[in-house]
């Protein structure tokens, strides 16, 4: 696998599943897995050492509230790492965002916004970082964004029609 997509908890799935189809799109392999940098501190550290001397390349971590899940993870690998914080009820997500974004010197985290939106953009940033010795990858990357803009033209034109 290339990436590794660890959830804190079961219930962050639906954040990530948009991001996993991403990752099939693009045909990047990746392995899923529930654990926690609170509940899990074993597990966590288990997985990032096992997945990493498998061949792992980037890690996203998806975690809500404390959301320590990344900071974790980035403590444990020289790999990048993601982070995707998770919105809750308690504060709108700004917890997990700061939790997130907020890594101290030399154990860098790149955080992604809040969300479904933030999994799918840490998917892209995934494949995009792939991409960098897979021109494969990259040639995959320019299609999509192209066939954005291609979308983002026909809206227009729609748009324009009903004038």
Do not use: C, W
Request: a neutral charge; proline letters at 4%.
């Amino acid at each position: 696998m290339k990436v590794v997509v660890l959830l804190g908890s079961d219930s962050d799935f639906e954040v990530i599943q948009e991001a996993l189809e991403v990752l099939k799109e693009f045909g990047v392999s990746f392995q899923l897995e529930v654990s926690s940098a609170h509940r899990s501190p074993e597990r966590t550290l288990r997985l990032v050492r096992e997945t990493e001397a498998a061949g792992a390349e980037v890690y996203i971590a998806v975690a809500g509230k404390a959301a320590h899940l990344a900071g974790v993870v980035a403590a444990h690998t020289v790999r990048p790492v993601i982070g995707v914080p998770v919105d809750s009820a308690a504060l709108s997500g700004l917890d997990a965002l700061l939790s997130t974004v907020q890594m101290p010197k030399g154990i860098p985290v790149a955080t992604m916004g809040l969300g479904k939106m933030g999994g799918t953009n840490a998917a892209l940033l995934a494949v995009e970082i792939l991409s960098l010795g897979d021109p494969g990858l990259k040639d995959k990357l320019l299609a999509y964004r192209a066939r954005m803009a291609a979308r983002v033209e026909a809206s227009s034109a729609k748009l324009r029609q009903k004038l």
